[in-house]
């Protein structure tokens, strides 16, 4: 018996649940839903029971078989759930869709994700007899106060794109909407953590023929393209 993985049977109920919770919210709103509703192919409600049954059964082998179990319940359980989206088709149009419950939904599939993360197992680094211990490290230096505010405001303005996307409601313009507004969310959490992390130092500014410089090149990019928008937008 591996100390690591221990036979299912022996697992704590909490374990399971941990595992079966959020993968049975998320496979409820979005692909359970869709599937049994009026309308939808036979071929898509298989798919979507099989996605349940492969989750439910990885359950018997997260603690003794634990890859077995990720096969089954991450790789198997996804696939279906593709599967049955993509035989849905039109069903899953963003003009059909409630939004409340695609939001839900994607909250649903963030936690089934951390559902399967694992706590490492066995001895850690430091317990090993050949390990060379030291003193332990400190930190050089603690975050600025200005630092947690900047990131907070990153984080909503993060949310805030992502929110604004689901007003898109043309089918064939809601794709390049959250594509945009996810490009969008990620510069500015990239921005704000140099921002923040910068707070409290020193930094000497270059001068401002030479940041022209730096940033000549894509301002005139960017300038043609908006000419060539406007150009675009008046010929319509």
Do not use: K
Not at 72 to 85: D, E, M, P, Q
Not at 157 to 182: I, K
Not at 190 to 203: K, M, Y
Request: one cysteine or more; glycine letters at 10%.
């Amino acid at each position: 018996m591996s100390e690591r993985n221990p036979p299912s049977e022996l697992m704590p109920l909490s374990e399971r649940t941990r595992v079966l919770l959020p993968g049975l919210y998320a496979w409820l709103l979005t692909v359970e839903l869709p599937a049994f509703s009026r309308g939808a192919r036979p071929a898509a409600r298989v798919t979507a029971l099989a996605a349940m049954v492969v989750l439910v059964g990885a359950l018997f082998f997260v603690g003794g078989r634990l890859r077995l179990a990720r096969a089954l319940g991450i790789y198997a359980f996804i696939g279906f759930c593709v599967v049955t989206w993509a035989l849905l088709g039109g069903e899953l149009s963003p003009l059909r869709a409630d939004r409340i419950r695609a939001a839900t939904g994607s909250l649903g599939w963030v936690l089934y994700a951390f559902g399967w993360g694992r706590v490492r197992g066995g001895r850690v680094p430091e317990d090993q007899p050949f390990a060379v211990l030291g003193a332990p490290l400190f930190a050089r230096s603690r975050l600025h106060p200005r630092a947690l505010p900047i990131a907070a405001f990153a984080v909503l303005a993060a949310l805030l794109f992502g929110a604004l996307a689901f007003r898109v409601d043309r089918p064939e313009h809601a794709v390049l909407a959250h594509a945009t507004a996810t490009a969008c969310a990620l510069v500015v959490l990239a921005a704000s953590a140099r921002i923040a992390l910068a707070q409290g130092t020193r930094v000497e500014l270059a001068s401002g023929v030479s940041r022209l410089n730096v940033v000549a090149v894509r301002g005139a990019v960017l300038s043609v393209l908006f000419g060539i928008g406007l150009v675009w937008a008046a010929l319509r």
